[in-house]
């Protein structure tokens, strides 16, 4: 084909075959699923111009489609209206939750209706999700401080609300009362570097009377292990999201090396109700840069639908055997055992993701001990499993 007349067929083309994003390119995960449930990437902290955001709700869908998410939930502040004045919302919190997910019927990425709810501490922020009306969660008396201060912002609410008066309990009843799934967001954020945060009583309350379902164990690349620990102790869901407030691109947080962070849901199927119950019944992991964060019985099928073991093709003088380990997944495993010969000048081998290696294992050895350093079941305590061979 000449060169004019290939331009012609695109030009022509175009009038045919419009891609619905700018030809936004999504780069596809690979995640392996584990038996029973589907592995999908989720975000359930997101903010817009709407809260203290300065993004439009339908450019987080198209983030989440370039990421290769599946899911995401909208959480604008309740308390915070940064733009009010020039985007007309007023009486209805719902405003971003709906234009984004109208673009998620459109890019096939669910996106699920949250809100906010923010206080400073305790109890902090909390998210609630799966909602079906923001204006009913907004108490009594945020409504009435609004309406006397069009202008407030999220500092001014803050500074002009009693600390200890419990109006957020009149919003997460409500929550509660529209069946969202609710959790405690970044929860180190109040608390000063350095400094150790036990579980304050306020949240073990929530967490008793259903209130608090999970929490924040990472939140834009930083990892909180006294969170995980809550959560294992508490049996509470982890959760692992970016509360963004700028396009991911240019978040101050954000490092352009790093992954973007995620939940993990391992879910029967993919629709909003099946992601709530994944969430109800702590079915998710925390992905924050290389480490994968969770319950033993997720990460260890994570790991085996992973990893793949060849047939030894070749016994040395020695009797050692060689076999080729890939791995079929995006994750990468920092892999230690004492039964690998020559790992690396390192203590541990690290199998990059999508690639293949060749181990060299001893032939009395029937089974592969390994440790993946990254991959953590609990504070400090790495996931150890054995392989057959
Ligand atoms: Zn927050
Ligand atoms: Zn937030």
Same mark, same amino acid.
């Given at each position: 084909?000449?060169?004019?007349?290939?331009?012609?067929?695109?030009?022509?083309?175009?009038?045919?075959?419009?891609?619905?994003?700018?030809?936004?390119?999504?780069?596809?995960?690979?995640?392996?699923?584990?038996?029973?449930?589907?592995?999908?990437?989720?975000?359930?902290?997101?903010?817009?111009?709407?809260?203290?955001?300065?993004?439009?709700?339908?450019?987080?869908?198209?983030?989440?489609?370039?990421?290769?998410?599946?899911?995401?939930?909208?959480?604008?502040?309740?308390?915070?209206?940064?733009?009010?004045?020039?985007?007309?919302?007023?009486?209805?919190?719902?405003?971003?939750?709906?234009?984004?997910?109208?673009?998620?019927?459109?890019?096939?990425?669910?996106?699920?209706?949250?809100?906010?709810?923010?206080?400073?501490?305790?109890?902090?922020?909390?998210?609630?999700?799966?909602?079906?009306?923001?204006?009913?969660?907004?108490?009594?008396?945020?409504?009435?401080?609004?309406?006397?201060?069009?202008?407030? +912002? *999220?500092?001014?609410?803050? #500074?002009?609300? @009693?600390?200890? $008066?419990? !109006?957020?309990?009149?919003?997460? =009843? %409500?929550? &509660?009362?529209?069946?969202?799934?609710?959790?405690?967001?970044?929860?180190?954020?109040?608390?000063?570097?350095?400094?150790?945060?036990?579980?304050?009583?306020?949240?073990?309350?929530?967490?008793?009377?259903?209130?608090?379902?999970?929490?924040?164990?990472?939140?834009?690349?930083?990892?909180?292990?006294?969170?995980?620990?809550?959560?294992?102790?508490?049996?509470? +869901? *982890?959760?692992?999201?970016? #509360?963004?407030? @700028?396009?991911? $691109?240019? !978040?101050?947080?954000?490092?352009? =090396? %790093?992954? &973007?962070?995620?939940?993990?849901?391992?879910?029967?199927?993919?629709?909003?109700?099946?992601?709530?119950?994944?969430?109800?019944?702590?079915?998710?992991?925390?992905?924050?840069?290389?480490?994968?964060?969770?319950?033993?019985?997720?990460?260890?099928?994570?790991?085996?639908?992973?990893?793949?073991?060849?047939?030894?093709?070749?016994?040395?003088?020695?009797?050692?055997?060689?076999?080729?380990?890939?791995?079929?997944? @995006?994750?990468?495993?920092?892999?230690?055992?004492?039964?690998?010969? %020559?790992?690396?000048?390192?203590?541990?081998?690290?199998?990059?993701?999508?690639?293949?290696?060749?181990?060299?294992?001893?032939?009395?050895?029937?089974?592969?001990?390994?440790?993946?350093?990254?991959?953590?079941?609990?504070?400090?305590?790495?996931?150890?499993?054995?392989?057959?061979?």
């Amino acid at each position: 084909m000449k060169i004019d007349t290939l331009l012609l067929f695109l030009v022509l083309n175009t009038s045919g075959l419009i891609a619905q994003n700018n030809n936004l390119n999504r780069s596809e995960p690979n995640l392996p699923d584990i038996p029973g449930y589907k592995t999908i990437l989720a975000d359930f902290h997101l903010h817009t111009v709407f809260s203290d955001g300065k993004v439009w709700p339908t450019v987080r869908v198209d983030e989440a489609w370039e990421h290769g998410y599946k899911a995401i939930a909208i959480t604008d502040h309740i308390e915070d209206h940064q733009y009010r004045k020039y985007i007309a919302f007023e009486g209805n919190l719902n405003a971003s939750n709906k234009i984004a997910q109208r673009e998620g019927e459109r890019q096939d990425i669910i996106v699920i209706a949250g809100t906010e709810i923010t206080r400073a501490m305790p109890p902090g922020h909390l998210n609630a999700i799966f909602v079906k009306d923001v204006d009913k969660i907004a108490t009594h008396r945020v409504k009435s401080f609004f309406n006397k201060n069009p202008e407030a +912002t *999220l500092v001014s609410i803050i #500074d002009s609300i @009693d600390h200890h $008066h419990k !109006d957020y309990m009149e919003s997460l =009843l %409500e929550a &509660r009362n529209q069946s969202a799934f609710i959790f405690w967001n970044h929860p180190m954020l109040f608390t000063p570097e350095g400094e150790k945060l036990e579980l304050p009583d306020v949240h073990k309350d929530l967490i008793k009377k259903g209130l608090i379902q999970g929490i924040e164990v990472a939140d834009l690349g930083h990892y909180h292990p006294e969170a995980f620990q809550w959560c294992l102790d508490y049996n509470l +869901t *982890l959760l692992g999201n970016t #509360d963004l407030h @700028d396009p991911y $691109h240019i !978040d101050d947080a954000t490092n352009p =090396l %790093e992954r &973007r962070n995620a939940t993990l849901v391992f879910t029967a199927d993919i629709t909003e109700q099946g992601i709530k119950e994944a969430l109800e019944n702590q079915r998710t992991a925390v992905w924050v840069n290389d480490m994968v964060i969770g319950k033993q019985s997720f990460l260890e099928p994570l790991v085996r639908a992973s990893i793949a073991f060849d047939k030894p093709h070749f016994i040395d003088e020695n009797r050692t055997r060689y076999i080729k380990i890939t791995n079929n997944s @995006d994750f990468k495993f920092h892999i230690d055992s004492d039964m690998i010969e %020559e790992k690396t000048f390192l203590d541990f081998l690290t199998l990059n993701p999508n690639s293949s290696q060749i181990l060299k294992i001893p032939e009395n050895e029937a089974a592969l001990k390994m440790t993946i350093l990254n991959f953590q079941v609990a504070p400090e305590k790495p996931l150890t499993l054995f392989i057959k061979l």
